[in-house]
């Protein structure tokens, strides 16, 4: 089918589902397989420093000079993976960006609010170095300026988006969850997650992701979306901010005002949203409405254009009228507003990097996230104070915010970490086996129509694993095919994995072949010549689309077809349990595959899935 009839096909979906939605009542039961309906969000938010005393933070932000509250209002990378005895190539980085040689250096020189952890800055080696660093940059911060803690953050979606890996849980990501239809798991999820990084210091996830992905040819989103049906992501979203914010840690709905439907990445280019008003109150809104009235801490900005909520050409993240005119005033959201990334590609086309940080501010957005020079980008925030483009008041009252949330966090009762918590909680048994059990709900049988599956190990079939072995995200052993092959001959099958160019000619023999898949494009591709030469043979051929569900519309008919979401070990282990019976596959598509499977489909051994 070509591209734009299935992007059109999933749209009629999606807004089916939001219509039907639309005349079911706020307090209506859920489906049972989604879990319990979620509970009042008043109760769902008790954290661990209890409700700020906003009289005291307003003194406090009173007290503080303008070089001070401007500083709190960015959130920076730093180079190392520890606040003050960098590696030597760390220590040159820092000096390069920020002209100080320790990550403590540049929280105190830029009275900086936040600082964000990346896998590339060599922030996240291990579970006590994360804590170690995390008690360095708070240090830092109580011993400078105004004395105000850090609010430390990550991107740390799980599934394929992660930053800090093993031994740390890694959990099922969005559409995994959205495969797996329960708001009990998707909070659970959340809730792990929270209380892990609660215990190595970071108390801001930019996560769950809100966006209504629509577009199977989204380069950018994809299976972070909990999927195509407005009513099962605002539900599932909702779910993540409660399970975090229970666990003391922030919460971030993204991308504001909806990502789902873009052709291109904003993190190398400015993406256009071409939904109307109309589709975008119906698809896009009901997430972020579903997170606002949860009690979400904060929400991310989307660096997009979308024409039918402000023509001027501005991507959304410098838009007063979307972030001030929709988030804050249609949608009544009180919290911490954080832009994506000042330096990815779609929110510096137009303008230039002494600008961004300036328009974002007047747009409404409270935090500014990895500017790209942040000496330039706090010089242009304090020369617009000073010249009264920006008020005094203006940005006190990001400040009050960003405290406010800082207070809810704990932050200002203690924003240290605990060895015995990291000891304790981190990768937990618990935690594991949670993993374990809400991947296994959401793995997918697409196809089974000869009743290939399950394989019977106990008759110790010879299998061939093979397929596209795409960088595993951060953490896992990787690659997919290795942990397939593995995780089935642990449970009674010998499994051989192979590279693409020797598994044709070594198929022969063998009861079945399995072949991951990734991503396959329309039309001729190499994933799709290799599965029409393992077909050819005669060999039954087990398809695993192990990220995007939309693989098997693009290849030949298999003998079986299994979506897994996400190419972790733990969606690896899961998959291996159920190709072999060890686990009835529950999973429902959460997106529809167009020419192919309806949202929804999704089939169990002897029968559809209920």
């Known amino acids: 089918m070509p591209y734009h009839a299935s992007r059109r096909a999933l749209l009629a979906a999606a807004a ?31 954290p661990p420093g209890g409700y700020p005393d906003r009289a005291r933070l307003r003194r406090l932000v009173a007290s503080m000079s303008l070089d001070e509250q401007v500083g709190q209002l960015f959130v920076s990378r730093v180079y190392g993976h520890s606040a003050t005895d960098p590696d030597p190539e760390d220590a040159e980085l820092n000096r390069k960006h920020f002209g100080v040689r320790t ?20 922030n996240t080696r291990a579970p006590e170095q994360i804590a170690a660093l995390s008690d360095g940059l708070q240090r830092a911060a109580a011993d400078s300026g105004a004395g105000v803690p850090l609010l430390l953050s990550v991107d740390q979606e799980h599934g394929a988006v992660a930053r800090i890996g093993r031994p740390a849980t890694l959990l099922p990501g969005a559409m995994a969850l959205g495969a797996g239809g329960s708001v009990a798991d998707a909070r659970r999820a959340a809730r792990v997650a929270g209380i892990e990084l609660a215990a190595l210091g970071v108390r801001q996830d930019y996560a769950p992701v809100a966006d209504v992905n629509v577009n199977p040819a989204n380069p950018v989103i994809g299976v972070r979306s909990f999927g195509s049906d407005p009513r099962a992501v605002a539900e599932l979203a909702a779910a993540q901010v409660r399970g975090y914010q229970a666990a003391g840690v922030a919460a971030t709905a993204k991308h504001f005002p909806g990502h789902g439907d873009t052709e291109t990445d904003s993190h190398v280019g400015l993406p256009v949203m071409r939904h109307t008003r109309e589709q975008w109150e119906e698809l896009d809104e009901p997430p972020f409405r579903a997170a606002v009235e949860a009690g979400v801490d904060a929400v991310m900005t989307a660096h997009i254009v979308f024409p039918a909520l402000d023509p001027s050409g501005d991507p ?21 507003v954080v832009t994506d990334a000042l330096d990815m590609a779609g929110v510096r086309e137009k303008y230039g990097d002494d600008r961004i940080p300036v328009l974002a501010v007047k747009a409404g957005c409270d ?70 059990e809400i991947a296994a709900a959401g793995t997918t049988l697409l196809a089974n129509p000869r009743a290939l599956l399950p394989l019977d190990a106990t008759k110790a079939p010879r299998l061939l694993v093979t397929g596209t072995d795409p960088a595993s995200p951060s953490g896992t052993t990787g690659p997919p095919t290795t942990v397939l092959a593995r995780e089935l001959t642990a449970l009674g099958c010998r499994a051989t994995a192979l590279p693409p160019a020797r598994a044709v000619a070594a198929a022969p023999g063998h009861a079945a072949v399995l072949v991951c898949t990734y991503n396959v494009p329309e039309g001729d591709s190499p994933q799709r010549t290799l599965v029409a030469d393992l077909v050819a043979t005669g060999v039954p051929v087990v398809l695993v689309a192990v990220r995007n569900p939309y693989d098997p519309a693009r290849l030949p008919a298999c ?45 169990s051994y002897g029968a559809p899935t209920p």
């Open 316 to 336: 959304a993240t410098l838009s007063r009228p979307i972030v001030t005119g929709i988030l804050r005033e249609r949608l009544g959201f009180r919290g911490v």
């Open 103 to 122: 990550a403590a250096e540049v929280v105190a020189r830029h009275h900086l609010g936040g600082v964000v952890y990346f896998t590339w800055a060599h």
């Open 559 to 603: 003998a079986a077809e299994l979506a897994t979401y996400t190419w972790t070990d733990v969606e690896m282990r899961a998959a291996a349990r159920v190709l072999t019976g060890a686990r009835r596959p529950t999973g429902r598509l959460p997106v529809p595959v167009p020419g192919r499977y309806p949202l929804g489909h999704g089939l």
């Open 367 to 436: 935090q500014l996230l990895n500017a790209p020079d942040l000496a330039l980008a706090r010089r242009s925030v304090l020369a617009a104070v000073e010249s009264g483009e920006l008020t005094r008041e203006r940005i006190a009252a990001s400040v009050l915010r960003i405290l406010e949330l800082k207070a809810r966090r704990g932050l200002f009762d203690d924003p240290y970490t605990s060895p015995e918590e990291v000891a304790s909680q981190v990768g937990a048994a618990g935690h594991l086996s949670a993993a374990d």
């Open 16 to 46: 089916a589902a939001a219509v039907t939605a639309a005349g079911a009542a706020a307090s209506a039961s859920v489906d049972p397989r989604r879990g319990a309906a979620p509970d009042d969000p008043r109760s769902a938010d008790r």
